[in-house]
């Protein structure tokens, strides 16, 4: 009998890079939003990283060694891509408890019970961020505030987000005149100087990292680029009806997990579309979601919900924008 021919799990990409060179390049993507999360945080952005990658990695060699009994593929870099963003969606001060229970349920269940890596549906790093928001919603949005010298924000007092502010001052009749006079300016949010989950506060190391993945082509512009462009210009037209009941596009932007999803999360490989019209579909659905759950829900934040929702969508968005067929022939109308 002939060796029978064994086919991976598709994207099928011809390239001479490997998978785990795309994953550590992602991880030095990352490297700039970690450091200002070290400047702005202090140790318990260091505590909340280093936990998080360390558990997730552990649960991904116990689970494949002694309970699906397969190869162990901790060094492919995909479960420490995985803490890092489970990371970088959690509040500085998260119990430790807390976190381990975050990265099992992002390799245990969003990850490793699909099969592992190249047949998960939904992206680990915000399934385990989800459910640690939905089963402790209180220590999930206690969030360190600035000190008055905006050098550090490790032992400060807690309070909203950006976004929080906004949602709440609005919820209570305010004008965003009076609510945005209380929020950090433009500026500081770009540099990342505002509360915030560790890795979603400075614009600028996002953005640093997200040109790096385009330059190295591990993403391409049309998830990231319409995502934000549509963000902008839905939030942008509310803002333009009623400027004193909406937040300026540039807010949305810079504010929450909009940068960071945009280029790290709703970018992956696995839970994203194979198509370009694929992706830009996607893209859209995250930001429309995004944006209404923003305006009108009762969070305040909505990229991971919009991303993990738009991810249940990929297998239909990837049936009906499928690449043309090689070999097949392009029907040409007779004149």
Same mark, same amino acid.
């Given at each position: ?6 086919? #991976? ?12 060179? +795309? ?23 260091? =505590? ?18 002694? /309970? ?35 990265? /099992? ?7 490793? #019970? ?18 640690? +928001? ?62 915030? #989950? =560790? ?12 040109? $790096? ?27 333009? =009806? ?12 810079? #504010? ?12 992956? /490989? ?28 009762? $969070? ?19 049936? $009906? ?15």
């Amino acid at each position: 009998m002939s060796q029978p021919i064994i086919i #991976s799990a598709s994207p099928h990409v011809h390239s001479d890079r490997t998978s785990k060179k +795309l994953m550590y390049d992602v991880v030095i993507a990352l490297i700039p939003a970690f450091l200002v999360s070290l400047y702005v945080f202090g140790i318990g952005a260091f =505590i909340v990283t280093a936990v998080a990658v360390i558990s997730c990695l552990l649960f991904e060699y116990l689970i494949q060694k002694f /309970l699906m009994k397969t190869d162990v593929t901790i060094g492919d870099g995909s479960a420490l891509i995985t803490g890092i963003l489970l990371a970088f969606n959690l509040p500085s001060g998260l119990p430790i408890w807390m976190i381990i229970v975050g990265s /099992l349920v992002a390799i245990g269940v969003a990850k490793l #019970s699909f099969g592992g890596l190249g047949f998960n549906i939904f992206n680990p790093a915000l399934v385990g961020r989800v459910f640690l +928001l939905v089963s402790f919603p209180v220590q999930m949005t206690m969030w360190p505030t600035a000190v008055e010298n905006n050098t550090t924000m490790a032992d400060a007092v807690t309070g909203a987000t950006p976004l929080g502010m906004i949602k709440e001052g609005l919820m209570f009749g305010d004008t965003m005149t009076n609510i945005t006079a209380n929020l950090p300016s433009n500026l500081e949010l770009f540099l990342g100087l505002s509360g915030g #989950s =560790i890795g979603e506060m400075s614009g600028l190391a996002l953005l640093l990292g997200g040109i $790096y993945l385009l330059y190295r082509k591990v993403i391409t512009w049309h998830i990231p680029v319409t995502m934000l462009v549509t963000m902008a210009v839905m939030t942008g037209i509310f803002w333009v =009806i009623d400027p004193e009941s909406y937040a300026s596009p540039l807010i949305h932007i810079l #504010s929450g997990g909009a940068l960071l999803g945009a280029f790290f999360m709703a970018t992956d /490989l696995v839970t994203s579309p194979m198509t370009k019209k694929g992706m830009i579909i996607f893209a859209i659905g995250i930001a429309v979601i995004t944006v209404v759950i923003r305006l009108f829900g009762a $969070y305040p934040e909505g990229v991971s919900f919009a991303i993990l929702i738009m991810n249940a969508f990929v297998p239909l968005i990837n049936t $009906y924008f499928k690449p043309r067929r090689f070999g097949s022939k392009i029907k040409s109308k007779i004149v």
